[in-house]
């Protein structure tokens, strides 16, 4: 009897020995499938997702560019000074802009060169990167022709022109078009890794088929081999497997208390704050009444929690892309809501105009674009002292664009931090002193509006004071070539 408990035994161990190495060859095979997966899905999500919307951006910031240039020569020829130095400064904005995308655009492509991809891919990355580098020196011509023409005006040079125009446009055409076909190849790259995806799995499937019968054969055996293990190993298994669903109900008590907590934080982060306590201040004072109080301190609130269920659902950056929710809303009904609230708590020194054309409907993140708005006004706020703050708003339905400016009579920016207003962390004055804040505010905007597929930028007035400016579609587009089409029509 022990010789058989004894040949049972080992039986079973060289059974439970070759499951066990299958197991391993499985989960070995798995791992390596899945790392190739990986590799080819980190480049659909990671690089062909921020190549086709960066591809996408300098597509329409090289259209606003033209636009400028346009506008340039136009006011040129109606001697109107003022406004062809702004569109001179909007056109370098936009070059400088575009620049930036094209650089994301390198820096995405090079990384992803060296990531292990197989020959196919990293040839149709190298060929896309070299067309990139193609459409850059035909933009570099492009800009070093229109300042050409700009210098030559400038200079009061304003005869034989007509063949750079001419050439300077057939630049912008030509760029448009290279362009349009670039995305184009992002998209057939995106095909063949998913072909190569598909391809991977197919393998990966076959092989664990050989190995799942394999085990099972196996598997089989050790089922006739623990048929002859006495009734105390019977015990012993049904004691473990109470251990573990005693082990399960307490994991699921942990998650219980999981969901508890994060619902306890989110009614935390609903709760009233500053916005509420001003609120109370003002109606205590007299200075609103207890009705105002009551419609305002419920709006913060409303707003609060709005904020607070984005948080939870859903995550604002991933891998550097933005998530916006998308709506048709009223801007102008936007903008007067919030201006209004700000007028409730306005230094008497300070006053808010309005220059808003009749409210149009737009298809944006409502909250996204009031936090862009609120960052600027309140940009304006903090180094106006005294004087007037003025909001316009203006559409071009035919262009499919929107525009908000602010401007102030504040100190201006200074010229060194102009070329670096948008970047993270500028918290330096014109006299190098530190700015309230964490410098983010202006960075976070540009992001939002470049999302959108729209542009920020900002200059100093001429007299007194800055002036930010943004457009952003008024109809959300989804390619390239739908936004040619709507700037054409």
Do not use: C, W
């Given at each position: 009897m022990e010789n058989r408990k004894t040949s049972t035994s080992l039986r079973i161990g060289i059974s439970v020995s070759m499951i066990i190495m299958m197991l391993g060859l499985a989960l070995f095979l798995?791992?390596?499938?899945?790392?190739?997966?990986?590799?080819?899905?980190?480049?659909?999500?990671?690089?062909?997702?921020?190549?086709?919307?960066?591809?996408?951006?300098?597509?329409?910031?090289?259209?606003?560019?033209?636009?400028s240039f346009e506008d340039t020569i136009t006011y040129q020829k109606l001697s109107s000074q003022k406004n062809y130095e702004i569109s001179k400064i909007q056109f370098e904005s936009y070059n400088n802009e575009w620049n930036y995308e094209v650089k994301k655009i390198h820096d995405l492509s090079d990384t992803f060169l060296n990531y292990g991809l197989n020959d196919d891919t990293t040839k149709d990355l190298t060929?896309?990167?070299?067309?990139?580098?193609?459409?850059?020196?035909?933009?570099?011509?492009?800009?070093?022709?229109?300042?050409?023409?700009f210098d030559a005006?400038?200079?009061?040079?304003?005869?034989?022109?007509?063949?750079?125009?001419?050439?300077?446009?057939?630049?912008?055409?030509?760029?448009?078009?290279?362009?349009?076909?670039?995305?184009?190849?992002?998209?057939?790259?995106?095909?063949?890794?998913?072909?190569?995806?598909?391809?991977?799995?197919?393998?990966?499937?076959?092989l664990q088929m050989i190995i799942i019968v394999s085990t099972g054969i196996m598997s089989?055996?050790?089922?006739?081999?623990?048929?002859?293990?006495?009734?105390?190993?019977?015990?012993?298994?049904?004691?473990?497997?109470?251990?573990?669903?005693?082990?399960?109900?307490?994991?699921?008590?942990?998650?219980?208390?999981?969901?508890?907590f994060i619902n306890i934080a989110s009614h935390e982060l609903k709760s009233p704050l500053h916005p509420i306590y001003g609120f109370v201040e003002l109606a205590?004072?007299?200075?609103?009444?207890?009705?105002?109080?009551?419609?305002?301190?419920?709006?913060?609130?409303?707003?609060?929690?709005?904020?607070?269920?984005?948080?939870?659902?859903?995550?604002?950056?991933?891998?550097?892309?933005?998530?916006?929710?998308?709506?048709?809303?009223?801007?102008?009904?936007?903008?007067?809501?919030?201006?209004?609230?700000?007028?409730?708590?306005?230094?008497?020194?300070?006053?808010?105009?309005?220059?808003?054309?009749k409210g149009i409907d737009i298809e944006a993140d409502r909250v996204r674009i009031g936090q862009v708005i609120r960052n600027l006004i309140n940009n304006a706020l903090k180094f106006t002292e005294k004087g007037k703050i003025t909001v316009t708003m203006q559409h071009n339905i035919q262009k499919n664009f929107v525009e908000v400016t602010i401007s102030d009579c504040g100190s201006g920016i200074h010229p060194d931090i102009l070329p670096n207003l948008f970047n993270k962390f500028i918290t330096k004055g014109p006299k190098t002193e530190s700015w309230n804040g964490n410098g983010l505010g202006l960075y976070l905007s540009r992001e939002i509006i470049n999302a959108h597929g729209g542009h920020i930028f900002a200059y100093n007035n001429k007299d007194v004071g800055a002036t930010f400016k943004f457009t952003i579609p008024i109809m959300r587009h989804l390619n390239a070539k739908e936004l040619h089409q709507k700037i054409m029509n």
């Open positions: 798995n791992a390596f499938t899945t790392y190739t997966i990986t590799n080819q899905m980190n480049v659909l999500s990671d690089l062909n997702m921020p190549v086709g919307q960066g591809i996408t951006r300098a597509y329409a910031i090289q259209q606003m560019q033209e636009h060929i896309m990167s070299t067309n990139m580098n193609e459409i850059e020196s035909i933009h570099l011509q492009y800009t070093q022709r229109a300042n050409q023409i005006y400038d200079n009061g040079q304003t005869n034989d022109l007509s063949s750079i125009v001419t050439a300077v446009k057939a630049q912008h055409n030509q760029i448009s078009l290279k362009t349009i076909m670039l995305n184009d190849e992002v998209q057939k790259l995106t095909d063949s890794l998913n072909a190569g995806v598909e391809e991977s799995k197919q393998k990966s499937f076959t089989l055996a050790l089922g006739y081999f623990l048929n002859l293990i006495n009734k105390d190993l019977v015990h012993e298994v049904i004691k473990k497997t109470r251990s573990l669903q005693k082990a399960n109900k307490k994991l699921e008590r942990m998650n219980v208390l999981k969901d508890d205590r004072n007299g200075d609103i009444g207890s009705e105002e109080a009551f419609a305002g301190i419920s709006k913060q609130a409303r707003q609060l929690e709005e904020v607070a269920n984005r948080i939870l659902d859903m995550s604002r950056i991933d891998n550097g892309i933005l998530h916006l929710s998308y709506e048709k809303f009223n801007l102008n009904d936007s903008l007067t809501e919030i201006i209004s609230s700000y007028r409730l708590n306005l230094d008497k020194k300070i006053k808010i105009e309005t220059r808003l054309e």
